[in-house]
């Protein structure tokens, strides 16, 4: 079964602790992506990547950081978070194709206090 | 600058009769067009999408419909359904992209999303 994983689902923490929320991809897709969903902003994309070693910025990056070193594994690290990145994440795989749509995970709810 | 527009937060509709969910777009680059539904708790799954080259497909209750001179789509339920109550996002991406415009290597632009409640 095709499938994105993301870890953990909830995480609470305070301003300027270091976090990293993992994403997992099983369907062997070059193309991953990160989402965040705020309300009455929809989804909007922090970061992308085309394949390994190959990361971009989305619409919203700032505050984030990414890495893909290998194919499946696309991890979204905050460095210091702050009060505004409180929000509901999403990671995203696909081939990267426009008339390709994207599976995505089952979100992490972030709250940074 | 929004080129995806959801004009309607939510929407809702009495079991058994049709959902109309509208989307409206700015850029004349978008050339496909996808539909996703949400439920909560859960990540957003791929529900219907057309090309433009196309003014119609359909796929069981669901139907999208796209207007190019308009540049609006619509997505149609028929009949409308107590499990079809989720959020819905329309999105739109180019095949060709002159410029970077933000939504990653695909052109993947959302829109805000409509709730859809349907009533027993």
């Known amino acids: 079964e095709a499938q994105v994983t993301q870890n953990p689902r909830y995480l609470i923490t305070v301003t300027g602790k270091k976090l990293t929320v993992t994403c997992s991809q099983n369907m062997n897709h070059e193309y991953m992506s990160w989402y965040r969903q705020d309300p009455g902003l929809g989804l909007r994309q922090i970061y992308y990547?085309?394949?390994?070693?190959?990361?971009d910025k989305g619409d919203v990056p700032e505050g984030y950081k990414v890495s893909r070193k290998e194919k499946r594994n696309f991890p979204l690290i905050l460095e210091s978070p702050s009060p505004n990145q409180t929000s509901l994440y999403f990671c995203?795989?696909?081939?990267?194709?426009?008339?390709?749509?994207?599976?995505f995970g089952n979100g992490t709810r972030l709250t940074v206090t | 600058d929004q080129q995806v527009k959801q004009n309607s937060p939510s929407l809702s509709v009495q079991e058994g009769r049709i959902s109309i969910l509208n989307c409206d777009y700015t850029n004349s680059m978008f050339d496909y067009f996808l539909w996703y539904k949400k439920y909560p708790a859960e990540g957003p799954t791929f529900l219907i999408s057309?090309?433009?080259?196309?003014d119609k497909n359909e796929d069981g209750r669901f139907t999208v419909f796209l207007n190019k001179s308009a540049k609006h789509l619509s997505l149609h339920i028929v009949p409308s359904q107590p499990g079809d109550s989720a959020v819905y996002f329309c999105?739109?991406?180019?095949?060709?992209?002159?410029?970077?415009?933000?939504?990653?290597?695909?052109?993947?632009?959302f829109g805000k999303g409509t709730h859809l409640i349907i009533q027993p």
């Open positions: 995203a795989a696909g081939t990267g194709s426009y008339n390709s749509p994207l599976h």
């Open positions: 990547s085309m394949n390994v070693e190959v990361t």
């Open positions: 057309i090309s433009s080259i196309k």
């Open positions: 999105a739109a991406s180019a095949s060709v992209r002159l410029t970077y415009s933000g939504g990653g290597a695909d052109g993947l632009t």
